[in-house]
């Protein structure tokens, strides 16, 4: 059974500082997504990442994607206090049928 | 123009109606899903849909049935509602099955039922 565990699952930085959420997941899977959610709005595709070694990278924001290690990572570069939400990763491989299977969410919160 | 549209954005209703929640897409994917979000907001598929046909049913209750009337529309009918059964109920949508162009979501409709 595809399992996908973010972590952390809360962070509260300062301004202008860096941090990483790591995503793992524990079965083959070359499809990772990375959504944006502000409270009581949808769910904002930010990244899609469909190959080992992809790096994508918009704004602060920097994707990465191991299939080797099962992992992905979300960079935040020199944050500011826009990018406050909760990210989401989520996968999908041939065991989940390519249905997503999601993280738990790491809820940001950035301090002026 | 939305490319993902769901109605109603809000649904308050009793236990033990009964009510739908309608989604329409403009973009032309092939398929079409329902997810819950739970108040912890774990997000779940419930459904997906290809060109019409069922292709996942994941296990929910049998008071859930969804219709899709054509490849652009994917409804949900809940049946009996249930104090369990509020959450946030999000319609998506991509271009074919397996999702390599990316998931497109519609805005989501909170469900509380009292």
């Known amino acids: 059974e595809l399992k996908v565990e973010q972590n952390p699952l809360f962070l509260s930085m300062q301004e202008g500082k860096n941090y990483t959420i790591y995503c793992n997941y524990s079965t083959t899977s070359d499809r990772l997504y990375w959504y944006r959610q502000d409270p009581g709005k949808s769910l904002e595709s930010l990244f899609v990442?469909?190959?080992n070694g992809a790096v994508k990278q918009e704004g602060r924001l920097m994707a990465s994607l191991d299939t080797k290690a099962r992992l992905s990572t979300l960079h935040i570069t020199a944050a500011v206090h826009d990018l406050s939400a909760t990210y989401f990763c989520?996968?999908?491989?041939?065991?989940?049928?390519?249905?997503?299977?999601w993280g738990a969410g790491t809820k940001l919160i950035i301090k002026p | 123009d939305t490319a993902v549209s769901q109605t109603p954005k809000y649904l308050v209703t009793q236990m033990g109606n009964d009510k739908s929640i309608k989604c329409e897409q403009n973009l032309g994917h092939d398929t079409m899903y329902w997810y819950k979000q739970d108040s912890k907001k774990f997000l779940k598929i419930m459904f997906s849909?290809?060109?019409?046909?069922?292709?996942i049913n994941e296990t929910v209750p049998n008071r859930f049935s969804p219709k899709s009337p054509d490849k652009a529309h994917l409804n949900l009918h809940i049946n009996s509602l249930e104090l369990g059964d509020s959450a946030v109920y999000f319609c998506a949508s991509s271009r074919e099955t397996g999702g390599a162009g990316g998931y497109t979501f519609g805005s989501g409709t909170r469900l509380t039922v009292v």
């Open positions: 990442l469909l190959s």
């Open positions: 849909y290809n060109n019409k046909e069922l292709i």
């Open positions: 989520a996968v999908a491989s041939l065991d989940s049928n390519y249905q997503l299977i």
